[in-house]
């Protein structure tokens, strides 16, 4: 199968590692995904781990201590050769069975959590990968139905109340905190769903890159229902 665009021009699918890896982003392209479809019981290997806290990090090891019925074997394979290519490519990846994350209470109007969306940040040209094996999966919308909130007058005026120092400060203030990184749905828009298995590799905000970065957030996570998810 060949590379095929979305209707939004932002994001692109393909077919193999290779191409997610290895296809630049060009143009209005912030997204890629590899699409796939995975055999295995990922919802084993969740139901595997003892949640104690809301975020727990699963190492190789533990993956291959499991005592798993045929389906967990071959879900485990795919996990592992995952993190192995991952690894190979020089990134660091990172498995997380996830309850929920964080919320934001102190700032109700305009959380910054990754409930929230928002694009990612790096000091240096690389990019986000992440695929969710279970559970519900993140979501993006396009850069044009986006605006970042500290643009929106009502929310700025929020945050000069919160910043309470001089002007010249200000915009360092919002960066250094990480409300720039966050943004409001400017229309009805229905944001596109990552998908089970599939994996993603997002553009990011940094001063070399060629492309907008990703607009994205994590999903509500369905009670009784933890989140598999592989990042890096």
């Known amino acids: 199968m060949a590379a095929q665009l979305s209707s939004n021009n932002q994001v692109l699918h393909v077919s193999n590692f290779q ?3 290895g296809t630049p982003f060009l143009g209005e392209v912030n997204a890629i995904g590899w699409t796939r479809e995975l055999v295995g019981n990922f919802e084993e290997i969740a139901n595997k781990i003892e949640l104690t806290e809301n975020l727990v990090v699963i190492e190789e090891a533990t993956l291959l201590e499991m005592q798993l019925s045929e389906q967990g074997i071959l879900a485990r394979e795919i996990i592992l050769n995952d993190l192995q290519v991952l690894k190979a490519q020089g990134a660091a990846p990172t498995l997380n069975l996830i309850n929920n994350y964080e919320r934001d209470d102190e700032h109700p109007g305009f959380p910054t959590d990754v409930y929230s969306y928002h694009v990612d940040r790096a000091p240096i040209p690389t990019y986000t990968l992440l695929c969710t094996y279970y559970g519900a999966a993140s979501e993006l919308i396009p850069n044009t139905q986006a605006i970042q909130k500290i643009l929106i007058p009502e929310i700025r005026q929020e945050l000069r109340k919160i ?3 001089n002007e010249a400060g200000f915009e360092a203030f919002l960066t ?5 990184l966050h943004y409001q749905v400017l229309h009805d828009t229905q944001p596109m769903n990552f998908g089970i298995g599939n994996m993603w590799r997002l553009a990011v905000d940094h001063p070399e890159s060629p492309v907008l970065p ?3 957030r994590a999903p509500m996570e369905k009670p009784g229902e933890p989140r598999l998810l592989l990042i890096c």
Request: with cysteine; glycine share 8%; net charge negative.
């Open 19 to 21: 191409d997610l890896i």
């Open 176 to 180: 250094e905190n990480f409300y720039d």
């Open 163 to 165: 910043y309470q120092g």
């Open 214 to 216: 990703c607009v994205h």
